[in-house]
């Protein structure tokens, strides 16, 4: 099973990528587990989770073919 | 529903013609108030640096989608509004140039007024859009909207 991530903001500059595959992740406790463990400095960051696109709050199960977005704080305008 | 734009995204600043052009457009007979906001490129002093340009970044399908959503958020509290334009740059803009381009018409000004001012509001809230500033001596921050 492969989920794709997407990264924005100063979320590239940390992962160093836009976007990578990642296998055998179920769900998003375990995504964010995996990042935190990857990438130690996302652990003080404050972002928001969209799942195909549409915003998700707390707990969620993870398909096959998913696309996760790491969203932080907006600056629009 | 107000008659509205189809994309929200533009590679370059936004040009003064695209504001004019906007107008010309609107002539349907039950406009009689356009209310406009366009938001422009601050030189704000950083680290006594200036702010020289600022790189937008979008979640370019998201940001599709979430502009329909608060258009009809929009539209559902005022009744009175009749048509929305709504551009936001990508890529870089530099101090002095225009980054956001929000038109509306209504019947009559008093909605025109506050259903600009709310769209304006939710893009900067909802809208999954990311700016770098650059600085005087090419070195950039990322910044967030104050709430």
Known sequence: MKINVLFFGILTDITGTSSMEIEDIENIRLLKSWLWKNYPKTKDMDFQIALNKNIIEGKAELNDGDEVALLPPFAGG | MPTVNDTF??????????????????????????????GQVR????NKQSVTIIEYSAYDEMVNNEMKKIISQVSAKYDDLKRVYIMHSKGA??????????FVG?????????????????IKQRIPIWKKEYLDDDTYIWTENEN
């Open chain 2, 43 to 46: 030189s704000d002093l950083v």
């Open chain 2, 106 to 122: 209504c019947g009559h000004r008093i909605q025109s007024f506050e259903a600009v001012a709310d769209l304006v509001n939710l």
């Open chain 2, 9 to 38: 995204l533009q590679d370059s600043p936004i040009r003064s013609e695209q504001v004019s052009e906007i107008i010309k457009g609107a002539t349907q007979g039950d406009i009689g108030a356009h209310s406009i906001f366009l």
């Open chain 2, 93 to 102: 803009v530099k101090a002095g140039e225009i980054s956001l381009f929000v």
